[in-house]
């Protein structure tokens, strides 16, 4: 729990990644930086949200979130 307070208060909204079968969803994005089948860079407030992995596919996108799908093997957090 203590990981998620610490998130919290990088960031202003609540915590805007949220793992699901296979993928990963993340909210309140401000664009996406670089997207190839191996990596996956978003903005999120004055961070960088870094998927890293497999076949990395965009499945859903929109002005609100993102839904990375494929073989997820970490997600950073970056300045």
Not at 8 to 24: A, E, L, R, S
Not at 40 to 58: A, H, P, S
């Amino acid at each position: 729990m203590a990981f998620l307070d610490d998130i919290g208060k990088i960031f202003t909204c609540d915590f805007p990644i949220q793992f699901g079968d296979n993928g990963v969803i993340i909210s309140s994005h401000k664009g996406v930086k670089k997207l190839t089948p191996t990596e996956i860079i978003v903005r999120v407030d004055d961070k960088k949200v870094c998927v890293k992995g497999e076949n990395l596919t965009v499945i859903y996108l929109s002005v609100y979130e993102i839904y990375v799908k494929g073989d997820v093997k970490e997600v950073a957090l970056d300045d």
